[in-house]
């Protein structure tokens, strides 16, 4: 994740984090990307059902199948608390069609691991809102791809947009923090201003942009993915539209994810304008790391299985009801995995003479195997020049 309202317009310093000892589990939520440690962050599936069927779906939901039971996830919680993960994530599928989420999310809260869902909205009643609100859930991401024709589109379903406003009403009528997740692709690029216009207008604090990565049904999308102009002029949009609202005193926070050129370009950009923060800024990139890919993030599948990210779901590198997950992902015996800690080692091409490469981490490795067939190779959706990366 790269903070544009934390680098670009100042909201974090680089001393910040520093406060903390950089110890996940002692960071506040906004300072977590800055963890020396780098404690996984988990995403856990925890469904393949769907009430929807988006184009871009990565874990190509839709039906109910074989999934972890109440018992074995309540012992997974434990484990990772032990573990010292800082936040699970519940996603899906749609994690609010598992009838037994309440009591996950609560053996999570109990067991001071920050609990998120990652939702499309459409469910977020207002019993349900007060309900998760009682729970203790930290954060509610929802999805959305536009306003209401581009999203309908998008997520498979006419009124797909008036039901996910109701549930981000209902969330934040119960006081529940609430943000956007907005996946970027040529089809919805032209939305960009109106979500930032959504935002203002209902008060909505947060939004993580997303850049295009090429698995499950999002492998039918890979020729919409934004040209490297096309990403190099929305990332000039989006910290324009973000520091006007910052300027104007609203508290908003704005994130651009999966694609770590993103860092060094908003420090390029600082500099040529001029930018007094603009090392600061630098020393915070460098704190994040670029790709956190099975160092800082994980993923559970709904069966149990572990794969380095959410989206790299062809690699498992073991099953929770088998092997703990500390010890799945502290295994030194798995080559890949270990490669991947150490990832700057391995990757090939212009990223291996990148000068940022400290700062990115060679990118997004799915991205690139998907597009190249070589986790290690090159990945296309870098959009920094030569001369910028020499």
């Known amino acids: 994740m790269i ?17 903390y000892g950089r110890a996940s ?13 780098k404690k996984p962050v988990v995403v856990w599936n925890v469904t393949s059902a769907c009430n929807l069927r988006c184009v871009h779906c990565y874990a190509s939901a839709g039906k109910a199948s074989t999934e972890l039971d109440t018992r ?20 899906g599928g749609e994690p609010l069609m598992r009838k037994d989420l309440p009591k996950l999310i609560n053996q999570a809260v109990r067991s001071e691991i920050r609990a998120v869902i990652s939702t499309n909205g459409t469910l977020i009643t207002r019993d349900v809102a007060m309900e998760l609100r009682d729970l203790g859930l930290s954060y509610v991401g929802v999805s959305l791809d536009g306003l209401q024709e581009v999203n309908d589109k998008f997520r498979g379903m006419d009124g797909a947009f008036a039901q996910a406003m109701k549930g981000i009403y209902n969330a934040m009528h119960q006081g529940i923090k ?6 970027m692709h040529r089809g919805n690029v032209a939305e960009i201003p109106k979500i930032f216009d959504l935002m203002r207008a209902e008060g909505v604090p947060r939004i993580c942009f997303y850049h295009l ?6 492998k039918e999308l890979m020729e ?12 000039d949009l989006i910290m324009d539209r973000t520091k006007a609202m910052i300027d104007e005193g609203l508290g908003v926070e704005v994130l651009t994810v999966d694609n770590h050129a993103d860092g060094p370009y908003v420090y390029l950009r600082m500099k040529e304008q001029g930018d007094a923060r603009a090392d600061d800024v630098l020393e915070l990139l460098k704190m994040n790391g670029g790709n956190s890919t099975g160092l800082g993030i994980g993923c559970i599948n709904w069966d149990g299985d572990v794969h380095p990210d959410q989206f790299w779901r062809h690699h498992v590198l073991g099953n929770v009801t088998t092997r703990h997950f500390s010890d799945i992902w502290d295994d030194p015996d798995n080559e890949f995995l270990q490669k991947l800690k150490t990832k700057k080692d391995h990757v090939k091409g212009r990223c291996r003479s990148c000068t940022w ?32 990366i020499s």
Do not use: M
């Open 178 to 183: 609430v943000g956007l997740r907005f996946t």
């Open 224 to 235: 919409e993915d934004l040209t490297h102009e096309q990403t190099r002029d929305t990332l």
């Open 357 to 388: 490469l400290d700062v990115c981490a060679g990118n997004f490795r799915a991205r690139a195997e998907a597009a190249t067939d070589d986790p290690w190779g090159e990945d296309p959706a870098c959009y920094l020049s030569d001369e910028e």
């Open 25 to 37: 589990k002692e960071l506040p939520s906004h300072l977590l990307q800055f963890s020396r440690d």
């Open 72 to 91: 074995q996830g309540l012992e997974l919680i434990e484990n990772l608390k032990d573990y010292g993960c800082p936040v699970i994530l519940f996603s």
């Open 3 to 19: 903070g544009i309202s934390k680098l670009y317009c100042g909201t974090v310093e680089a001393s910040d984090p520093l406060r």
């Open 213 to 218: 990565v090429y698995t499950g049904r999002a």
